[in-house]
């Protein structure tokens, strides 16, 4: 899991870095921050009440960043780390130009890491996500001779959620889901929102 290291936290103890998705996928983001800054603190928003944010308009996805990032701020964060690749896509620039604060996405360094690591590169993630064409376009500003595929799998965010990962109905539909990027004889397999980590480990 990529974070983008495009800006340093104050050494500030009581100032702590907010971190937002809508449910627990950003957990594995929260994990990976208190690896890489120990000495940091956190505020965790899960928008349990409102996924998934797959099957959502930008205009949602917007006034849901506005919310919770306003909120964040009013809690006395220095920094947002938005571990969200739906809002990632959608919104992250428009909410940077909002807030006073640094805002950071996961589209960037996700496909800096991906066309690293290979040349025929899968992208599994949400409708919303697919449909920006995020990850494409970053990843081909990386480098333009990455071929790269990308499946919509909207049904991975509820199962994950109901905690459904050992269920035979998960395996099938993460079969269906991935059949198209084996065909396409990938070498590197992006997780396009931070649920999907834990389909890994389910299984």
């Not at 983001?29 to 349990?48: H, I, K, M, W």
């Not at 376009?137 to 990308?150: G, M, R």
């Amino acid at each position: 899991m990529g974070i983008d290291s495009g800006f340093t936290p104050v050494p500030d103890r009581h100032a702590p870095i907010g971190i937002f998705d809508s449910g627990v996928g950003g957990l594995t983001v929260l994990r990976e921050l208190e690896r890489q800054l120990p000495q940091e603190s956190a505020l965790y928003f899960g928008d349990t009440a409102r996924l998934p944010y797959g099957d959502r308009t930008p205009e949602e996805i917007l006034t849901f960043g506005r919310e919770i990032i306003g909120w964040m701020m009013d809690q006395g964060v220095k920094m947002v780390l938005m571990a969200c690749n739906t809002s990632s896509a959608l919104v992250l620039a428009q909410v940077q130009q909002e807030f006073a604060v640094p805002i950071l996405g996961l589209i960037c360094p996700g496909a800096r890491a991906a066309a690293q690591a290979g040349r025929r590169v899968g992208v599994i993630a949400t409708a919303a996500t697919v449909a920006s064409d995020a990850y494409r376009q970053a990843i081909l500003e990386v480098d333009p001779s990455t071929q790269v595929w990308q499946v919509a799998c909207p049904e991975f965010v509820p199962l994950i959620e109901q905690n459904r990962l050992q269920e035979r109905h998960t395996r099938e539909v993460a079969a269906r889901y991935l059949q198209p990027l084996l065909a396409a004889e990938i070498d590197t397999l992006v997780y396009g929102c931070t649920h999907y980590p834990y389909l890994g480990a389910g299984f």
